[in-house]
């Protein structure tokens, strides 16, 4: 039996005051003092004034000291397709290989769910069909494991789950939440990266205070693809980044 499930993001592992490891290694690139002396002296105002200034002279690459690592549950092989575009991140991801996919979790577009309770039960059924096929096959195939795994999962569709954990640096991040919490991203890996957000900023709000789309920042750098609604882009910033 397929079940459905939802995209769940979870912070895993972050850098330990990863505003201070940030702000001495942007110290140090002006300083001569000791690093340990750089280190110790380090205050939570200098860290502010550090990242402001990063920011401002484009400096960004101490914020790459900062890593941040999520596990992703509840999302689709159409989603993995999009966050592994991202080629400053590292992934480990379940394999289709060496687990059978016999009754696979999917998950369902909400453009579909809005269609209501008869389209939501005919793309179940659907995905119980792409399930039968898969068993059908691996039996063809002998049912051994990870070699008939590897050809059954053809009829498997993109609305599979799979899992995976990520890494990224927090430079990485900002590029990341930048192109993938603006209205015109796909919606799955929007919700992810909103959520990955709200994860990130609650650990470290002093190196994601300015990130996001565009249009958090000032007019969208979308040209006439605009979505218009960043009325709604900033509300769910201001709602996500509250005390
Ligand atoms: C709305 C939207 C629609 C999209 N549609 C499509 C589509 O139709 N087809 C498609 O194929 N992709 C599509 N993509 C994916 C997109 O083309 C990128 O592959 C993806 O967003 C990763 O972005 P990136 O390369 O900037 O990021 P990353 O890989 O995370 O890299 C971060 C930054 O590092 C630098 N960098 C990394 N690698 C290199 C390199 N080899 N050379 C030079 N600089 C490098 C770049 O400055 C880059 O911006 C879409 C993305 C979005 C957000």
Redesign the pocket.
Known sequence: MTTEVHPHVELLACTPDAGTIVASAAKLCYSDADINDLVNKMSGSDTDRFLDKLTAMGHLSPIEHATFTFGVEGVSRAFLA?IT?????SFSVKSQRYVNAENFNYVTPPAIAALGEEARARYAAQMEQMSRWYAEWNEALGNKGESSNEDARFVLPNAAETKLIVTMNAR?LM??FT??C?N???WEIREVAWQMFALAFRKAPYLFRCCGPSCLRGACSEGRMCCGRSAEVRARYEELTKE
């Not at 575009?85 to 991140?89: K, M, T």
């Open positions: 999009q575009r991202h080629r400053i991140a990485e590029h990341f192109l993938r603006c015109r991203a796909q």
